[in-house]
């Protein structure tokens, strides 16, 4: 059981140029999730999906896209990298609560991909 | 607005005495309440989080916070603290009312050292 993995761990990118992060879980969770932490920010949600072909802004969506093709994978696309998305990107999941307060769960990390765009 | 606060950058501790870590929140209605710790290069381990209940959450690692309601308030404790306990450790809330998935709102995180 792998739980949460990310690829890649560490890119480099130029301002302007495109890439794609892929995040994957084998826990069948429902719920995933993109952040980005910068120094002294904590974690900020990008974007999350509550399901397969589901997707939904977070508190930091601009200048990112995602997609949830399959239950197992949550993908991040840069389209125009810029120097201000320089970040560490953490994916999580959790299972999908049944009951009135949905998404209570544990959230479970990947670990973590280092950008830098120059 | 939902917001979380850990209003110390950083807290030193000597190993074997007691630490704390201070979170404190601000929800519309009943918080949901989580720490979760990083160590370096590493993402987030989940530690313990308060539903409902006992305000005191025992969790992983010897770890236990307490809920104080009318303090807003939700710190982490350790009656011992060891040399790997030292990490950075993240306060974390989610509304009960806030129905869009498992959003939760971050602290921006507090640098714990246990020195030997």
């Known amino acids: 059981n792998a739980g949460v993995t990310q690829t890649p761990k560490f890119r480099v990118l130029k301002t302007g140029q495109s890439m794609t992060l892929l995040c994957a879980q084998d826990m069948n969770h429902e719920y995933m999730y993109w952040y980005r932490q910068d120094p002294g920010m904590g974690l900020r949600l990008i974007h999350y999906s509550v399901g397969e072909g589901t997707t939904a802004k977070g508190e930091v969506p601009d200048g990112y896209n995602v997609s949830r093709l399959k239950k197992q994978n949550f993908l991040l696309g840069l389209e125009s990298a810029a120097p201000s998305q320089t970040s560490v990107y953490f994916c999580?999941?959790?299972?999908?609560?049944?009951?009135?307060?949905?998404?209570?769960?544990?959230?479970?990390f990947g670990p973590g991909t280092r950008l830098t765009v120059l | 607005a939902q917001s979380v606060a850990q209003p110390e950058d950083q807290v030193n501790v000597a190993e074997g005495n007691p630490l704390t870590v201070k979170c404190t929140y601000s929800v519309s209605g009943n918080p949901y309440l989580f720490w979760y710790v990083q160590y370096p290069n590493r993402g987030l381990q989940f530690l313990l989080k308060y539903i409902t209940g006992d305000n005191l959450v025992k969790g992983s690692y010897g770890f236990e916070a307490e809920f104080n309601k009318s303090q807003t308030s939700f710190h982490l404790k350790k009656p011992s603290a060891l040399v790997s306990d030292s990490a950075l450790y993240f306060c974390a809330v989610r509304d009960a009312f806030y129905n869009q998935g498992g959003k939760l709102i971050f602290g921006q995180g507090t640098e714990l050292s246990v020195k030997p």
């Open positions: 999580a999941s959790s299972e999908e609560t049944s009951g009135g307060a949905r998404g209570l769960d544990t959230q479970y």
